[in-house]
């Protein structure tokens, strides 16, 4: 009799185990990946942006933002890497890194050892439609141009924020490009005239070597209006 309540025991927690191992993928599958995911929309970074976006009188929200597209992230025609034991790489990644920092967009990780150079000038070999990563990871310094965009489509990367020291976002407004107009120089609309945008986030994962864009509904503005420093 011990032995079958046993068995019996025995195949329950089984059974419980297994419901419960399969309700979990259940729900990893269900999540919705074509929304804006949750670690970005409760961050206090992207809170802080979109309220500064809705005091300007932009109305758009984290459910306004859908899944245009996903990247990896390294390729070798972008991105650089050295050894940190290679000479002069540290000297060279210290001088490097104290010479960006209190600078006006540029953003750091959470480590400082590693950021994101979004500034909208010529500087360092970048121009102002691309985005610099420098930094540390574990004994490699990455150098890389990690984003970019189309000129022509009056593109302004507009902030960029670490979820983490692998995880960080960056916003992009730019003019709406139809599938159809691709390749195409688009009709001149220029910064000072109401013209028809949306807004880009970048979610940048170092660790998975992916870059997910979720792009907003579309929204008529003058960019040198809501960006005066454009």
């Given at each position: 009799?011990?032995?079958?309540?046993?068995?019996?025991?025995?195949?329950l927690?089984?059974?419980?185990v297994?419901?419960?191992?399969y309700?979990?993928?259940?729900?990893?599958?269900?999540?919705?990946h074509?929304?804006?995911?949750?670690?970005v929309e409760?961050?206090?970074?992207?809170?802080?942006?979109?309220?500064?976006?809705?005091?300007n009188?932009v109305?758009?929200?984290a459910d306004?933002?859908?899944?245009?597209?996903?990247?990896?992230?390294y390729?070798?025609?972008w991105?650089?890497?050295y050894?940190?034991?290679?000479?002069?790489r540290?000297?060279?990644y210290?001088?490097?890194i104290?010479?960006?920092k209190?600078?006006?967009?540029?953003?750091?990780s959470p480590s400082?050892?590693?950021?994101?150079?979004?500034?909208?000038?010529q500087?360092?070999g970048?121009?102002?439609?691309?985005?610099?990563?420098?930094?540390?990871?574990e004994?490699?310094?990455?150098?890389?141009?990690i984003?970019?965009c189309?000129?022509?489509?009056n593109?302004?990367?507009?902030?960029a924020?670490f979820?983490?020291?692998?995880?960080?976002?960056?916003?992009?407004?730019s003019?709406?490009l139809?599938?159809?107009?691709?390749?195409?120089t688009?009709?001149?609309c220029?910064t000072?005239?109401t013209c028809?945008?949306?807004?880009k986030?970048?979610?940048?994962?170092?660790?998975?070597?992916?870059?997910?864009v979720?792009?907003?509904?579309?929204i008529?503005?003058?960019?040198?209006?809501?960006?005066?420093?454009l």
């Amino acid at each position: 009799m011990k032995k079958s309540l046993t068995i019996i025991f025995t195949t329950l927690i089984f059974l419980t185990v297994a419901a419960g191992v399969y309700i979990n993928i259940r729900e990893q599958k269900a999540v919705d990946h074509s929304k804006l995911p949750e670690k970005v929309e409760l961050s206090r970074d992207f809170q802080r942006w979109i309220t500064n976006l809705k005091n300007n009188d932009v109305e758009v929200g984290a459910d306004d933002f859908r899944l245009l597209e996903e990247n990896e992230i390294y390729n070798t025609k972008w991105i650089k890497i050295y050894s940190l034991d290679e000479e002069g790489r540290q000297e060279e990644y210290e001088k490097y890194i104290q010479d960006h920092k209190d600078l006006k967009k540029i953003e750091f990780s959470p480590s400082v050892r590693l950021f994101v150079d979004y500034r909208n000038t010529q500087r360092d070999g970048y121009s102002s439609n691309e985005v610099h990563l420098y930094g540390l990871k574990e004994d490699k310094i990455l150098d890389a141009r990690i984003l970019d965009c189309s000129a022509y489509t009056n593109c302004y990367f507009d902030r960029a924020y670490f979820l983490d020291n692998d995880v960080f976002v960056i916003s992009e407004f730019s003019r709406k490009l139809a599938k159809d107009q691709e390749g195409q120089t688009l009709e001149i609309c220029n910064t000072d005239q109401t013209c028809t945008y949306t807004i880009k986030a970048h979610v940048i994962d170092l660790i998975n070597n992916k870059r997910f864009v979720y792009e907003s509904k579309e929204i008529d503005l003058i960019l040198s209006e809501l960006i005066p420093d454009l």
